[in-house]
């Protein structure tokens, strides 16, 4: 029996931004439920990232002002704002940890047992944030705090993260852009927020991105990855296959305007086992990171973990 591993924790749902925010804590119920019933799925507690690997990948100086914020949070309880789109409440620090956490869990799970795919299915997402600023519902970013755990352990010379999150992985290519150990590789629309990722800017060696259109689906989508990112994930030859997993570009979805539906993200889940098969041992994690239709969200995380397993 195919197995997966679930890496999570109830503490990720109190993270509460504001009333009406689309990243709610009713998202990680929604997650959870795509993988109910699955046979052969174990639910882990994700933990809390330490300060050491959240440093690997944030400035000190913005830690420090997380710490501060948080500080203020838990004296006086109110909701602060970190930028337009993002707030932080008593709850959100440590769900952010746990979602980092939890990452970095499923790339240990994936070095003791290359062949079990593992799947980190927490909130608040990650890939917006940048090394020393918050945005985009993102506090930490946690796929990036992942790789850059994985290439701390001495198996692991080369990390290639896949992000099919409607919204470009901003945070996670200014990170790593320029890196020879660590290839990124993203669809996204365009134009959408948060207004990066144009293919034709050639920003480094190892980024590479895939623009799609507002309308665009299923067909334009996999024409991306079969084209473009597919290759240069195979090319690269990782150890580790990171992803970004992102169901934001379904039909559904509020915040954008791309028409994937369920099927989609099994076909994509299926290429990235397929090239973790042949590169990495086995090796692939995921994280969540947007999906804002509660039933669309539960609908895809299903099709896609059973993908991966």
Not at 64 to 92: C, F, N, W, Y
Request: proline share 6%; with cysteine; glycine share 8%.
């Amino acid at each position: 029996m195919s197995e997966l591993v679930i890496f999570t924790h109830p503490d990720c749902a109190l993270h509460d931004p504001v009333p009406g925010h689309p990243e709610s804590p009713q998202r990680l119920a929604a997650a959870l439920q795509g993988v109910e019933g699955m046979d052969g799925v174990k639910r882990i507690e994700a933990r809390r990232a330490t300060d050491e690997e959240l440093a690997r990948v944030h400035e000190a100086g913005y830690l420090e002002h997380l710490r501060r914020i948080a500080q203020h949070i838990a004296r006086d309880g109110k909701v602060m704002a970190l930028d337009a789109d993002t707030q932080a409440g008593p709850g959100s620090f440590d769900a952010a940890r746990r979602a980092a956490g939890g990452a970095c869990q499923a790339v240990e799970h994936c070095l003791a047992e290359p062949s079990v795919s593992a799947f980190a299915i927490t909130r608040p997402p990650g890939h917006h944030a940048e090394a020393g600023r918050a945005m985009g519902f993102c506090l930490y970013n946690s796929v990036a705090v992942a790789a850059a755990h994985a290439l701390a352990q001495p198996d692991i010379k080369r990390v290639a993260i896949c992000d099919f999150d409607v919204h470009h992985g901003n945070g996670t290519e200014a990170i790593f852009a320029g890196r020879e150990d660590v290839l990124f590789a993203s669809s996204h629309q365009m134009p959408l927020y948060p207004g990066t990722g144009d293919p034709h800017l050639n920003l480094a060696a190892n980024i590479h991105n895939a623009a799609l259109p507002p309308g665009a689906g299923g067909d334009e989508f996999r024409a991306a990855w079969e084209t473009s990112l597919l290759p240069s994930v195979d090319s690269f030859e990782p150890d580790l296959i990171l992803v970004s997993a992102g169901f934001d570009a379904h039909r559904l979805d509020p915040l954008a305007q791309l028409e994937l539906i369920e099927e989609d993200f099994a076909w994509i889940g299926r290429q990235l086992r397929e090239l973790a098969n042949t590169h990495a041992h086995g090796r692939l994690a995921a994280t969540l990171e947007g999906g804002y239709d509660l039933q669309a969200l539960t609908d895809s995380v299903r099709a896609f973990a059973e993908a991966i397993r």
